[in-house]
């Protein structure tokens, strides 16, 4: 259930809470890296594997909602678990409206903590694969001649073959062998999932141009 390469960081500036919460997780063989405050975490590298962060709202100086927003300006996309010792209903709506897992009120029960943690990590581990997915998808775009690539554009947006041929001028013969050879490189097993590559690829926000 667990990937052996996720990590949970834990900001508090308790130390008996981050010793609790250290040896709980590690009971249930989660990785656990602990921060005293918000600097010692942007002093450190992230992980590279599957990665959630439990949060205290009320640190010294910073806040955990003042780096929940400097995360998301900084598009650093981790799943966040808010612990606070203080219940303030306005502060976690704020929190959870900017993409938080879960606000959890000290004392916590421990189940409730380790189901948010469980969900903070799928999340990313979710991301992170997509992510990939498209770091190859692009790869494979990248390797498309510029005739292929543009007729490939062409086939998402529901051009068909004989229409391609006219709007740029080539046989519809050689439309079709150029349609057929990125279809191969892109890996697509079907006219309609290389319409979704190229949507995913954000290739179909201008429209083509027709005669």
């Known amino acids: 259930m667990l990937d052996p390469n996720s990590t949970v960081l834990v900001i508090d500036d308790d130390p008996d809470l981050r010793a609790s919460v250290g040896r709980l997780l590690r009971s249930v063989g989660?990785?656990?890296?602990m921060f005293g405050s918000i600097a010692d975490f942007l002093g450190s590298d992230l992980p590279d594997g599957p990665t959630c962060l439990v949060l205290d709202v009320r640190l010294p100086g910073q806040s955990g909602l003042d780096l929940q927003r400097e995360l998301a300006d900084a598009n650093r996309e981790l799943p966040i678990i808010f612990i606070?010792?203080?219940?303030d209903i306005p502060m976690s709506v704020q929190a959870m409206k900017r993409g938080a897992i879960e606000f959890l009120t000290k004392p916590f029960r421990d189940q409730d903590l380790l189901d948010a943690i469980q969900l903070g990590l799928s999340r990313d581990r979710v991301r992170r694969e997509s992510e990939k997915d498209l770091v190859a998808l692009r790869e494979r775009?990248?390797?498309?001649?510029?005739?292929?690539?543009e007729i490939m554009i062409q086939v998402a947006h529901g051009r068909l073959?004989?229409?391609i041929a006219h709007d740029i001028g080539i046989a519809e013969a050689t439309v079709k062998v150029h349609?057929?050879?990125a279809m191969h490189k892109m890996k697509a097993g079907s006219l309609p999932e290389l319409g979704r590559m190229a949507d995913k690829l954000k290739l179909l926000h201008d429209k083509p141009q027709r005669s």
């Open 84 to 87: 606070t010792g203080h219940g």
């Open 179 to 181: 349609r057929s050879r």
């Open 30 to 33: 989660i990785t656990v890296e």
């Open 141 to 149: 775009f990248s390797s498309l001649s510029p005739r292929e690539r």
């Open 161 to 163: 073959s004989k229409q």
